[in-house]
């Protein structure tokens, strides 16, 4: 009887120690995959002309300066809840734009700042 009650303690310690190790392992999981998405998610800078705002707000197209002096190219950024705008931005406005490229493709406008 005596024998059976140790080994029962002794099998409950080692089911307790086992959950006790899994749940570690998935907390430093967890935190890897957090640094990793930070790492992927460098900040980039720009700067150009808002020629489009669409999508309620949601979504702008600035035209900057191509590599060549003489062309031009745009880039279309999302704008989320988080995304802080610094100044009065509308069509027409010189901006310079913290933005993230996503994984989907599309650049997530960070930080917006409207140029005097």
Do not use: C, P
């Not at 009887?1 to 140790?6: N, S």
């Not at 029962?8 to 307790?16: D, F, K, P, R």
């Not at 493709?105 to 930080?111: D, E, P, T």
């Amino acid at each position: 009887m005596i024998r059976k009650l140790f080994a029962g303690v002794a099998i409950a310690g080692l089911m307790s120690l086992s959950v006790a190790l899994s749940e570690h392992s998935v907390r430093a999981q967890s935190q890897s995959d957090r640094s990793d998405n930070h790492e992927q998610k460098a900040t980039k800078s720009i700067s150009g002309k808002v020629i489009k705002i669409g999508n309620g707000g949601h979504s702008l197209s600035v035209e900057i300066a191509g590599e060549n002096k003489n062309s031009t190219e745009f880039v279309e950024f999302v704008v989320d809840r988080n995304t802080k705008v610094n100044g009065q931005v509308k069509e027409g406005t010189a901006v310079t734009i913290e933005y993230q490229a996503m994984e989907s493709g599309q650049n997530l406008a960070v930080n917006i700042t409207a140029q005097a």
